[in-house]
């Protein structure tokens, strides 16, 4: 039986962003450097939070004669490339996976700090909710921190109605399905094609 050359799965964002944070996706270097401005990080968690679309990511599982082509961004503090590993290459979707990746782990960029992208939680719907501006950790909350793991020391510091809002936010954003379509068992010019 061949195996399967073509997979098309939902994966949750936490997942997606444990997959970044071990190096497994990767950013090659024949795609252009991270160039998005924060607005439009602001409008894709929107989009995330309402639940739309926000596009399908392409990712070619590469064998690893295809390393010398994978890009070292130190600023993603991922591991250092090694000669032997193989890595998912990502194909399209990159300024959408690395934008989510500076912000839910609070990097720093050329002079910004996308640890600053905040959810307001006295937001009315559909007004504003992310805006960039130091979180307070009572009405502005860092998006990283809705994602790490210990979220209760600023969770029960808040009122009520905050917390119902605190909770609502984490949960569209942790459980938001990305649509991932990877090809395998690909040679370089048959995955460019493709994509």
Do not use: C
Not at 14 to 42: C, D, H, K, L, N
Not at 80 to 92: A, K, V
Not at 179 to 194: G, K, P, Y
């Amino acid at each position: 039986m061949r195996p399967e050359r073509i997979k098309v799965e939902p994966l949750s964002f936490g997942t997606v962003m444990s997959f970044m944070a071990q190096g497994i996706y990767r950013i090659p270097r024949f795609q252009r450097t991270f160039v998005w401005e924060r607005s439009r990080i602001q409008t894709l968690l929107d989009s995330m939070y309402r639940e739309y679309p926000i596009g399908t990511l392409f990712l070619w599982k590469a064998p690893s004669k295809y390393n010398h082509m994978l890009r070292s961004v130190d600023y993603l503090n991922q591991a250092p490339i090694e000669e032997n590993q193989s890595y998912t290459f990502i194909l399209d979707g990159q300024q959408r996976l690395t934008s989510l990746y500076v912000t839910v782990n609070g990097l720093k960029i050329g002079g910004e700090n996308y640890g600053k992208i905040v959810a307001d939680l006295n937001s009315e719907e559909g007004n504003n909710l992310f805006q960039y501006r130091n979180p307070d950790n009572k009405r502005w909350i860092a998006v990283k921190d809705f994602l790490k793991e210990n979220v209760f020391d600023i969770y029960d510091s808040l009122s009520i109605e905050s917390r119902q809002k605190f909770q609502d936010i984490r949960q569209r954003l942790t459980s938001y399905p990305f649509s991932v379509v990877s090809v395998n068992e690909m040679e370089l010019d048959d995955a460019i094609e493709i994509f």
